[in-house]
């Protein structure tokens, strides 16, 4: 299946983080307003990317790994109770996706190479459609 969407790189991080960055943390919940920001492809998109990476990696379909490995990943991932800062946690956010980069930890997905790191991240906002 040819994944395909437009939306530039800051646009696609923002609807990722939105739709699921911090919701399957239970730190936070996307606002009632997000949707007004975000257009339905945007997440559309994230929820396609990140069932492809699930197809691929069964075994972070289970919430429970996948926040382990976001956590691994990200350090300073944000815990149920902690105060959220959506500027700090994006920022770690692209430092990890970088390390993905420098590491070779990229990924092809239709004609973009996206790193696991953003793969994961679509991937929290696929599961929270179907938890």
């Not at 609807?15 to 730190?27: E, P, Q, V, W």
């Not at 920001?37 to 429970?64: K, N, T, V």
């Not at 990200?74 to 692209?94: C, K, L, M, T």
């Not at 990229?106 to 599961?127: D, H, I, K, P, W």
Request: contains cysteine; glycine residues 8%.
């Amino acid at each position: 299946m040819a994944v395909r969407y437009k939306v530039d790189r800051r646009q696609f991080l923002a609807a990722c983080l939105a739709g699921g960055g911090a919701a399957l943390a239970g730190i936070a919940t996307p606002k009632v307003g997000w949707a007004a920001r975000h257009s339905a492809g945007q997440l559309e998109s994230c929820r396609m990317i990140g069932d492809w990476y699930l197809d691929r990696f069964p075994l972070e379909r289970s919430p429970d790994v996948l926040l382990s490995a976001l956590r691994s990943a990200i350090p300073g991932f944000p815990h149920a109770g902690a105060e959220f800062d959506p500027s700090r946690f994006q920022a770690a956010v692209e430092d990890a996706i970088d390390d993905d980069i420098a590491n070779g930890d990229v990924m092809l997905v239709g004609n973009s190479l996206l790193a696991r790191t953003e793969c994961r991240l679509c991937a929290q906002t696929a599961l929270l459609r179907t938890s």
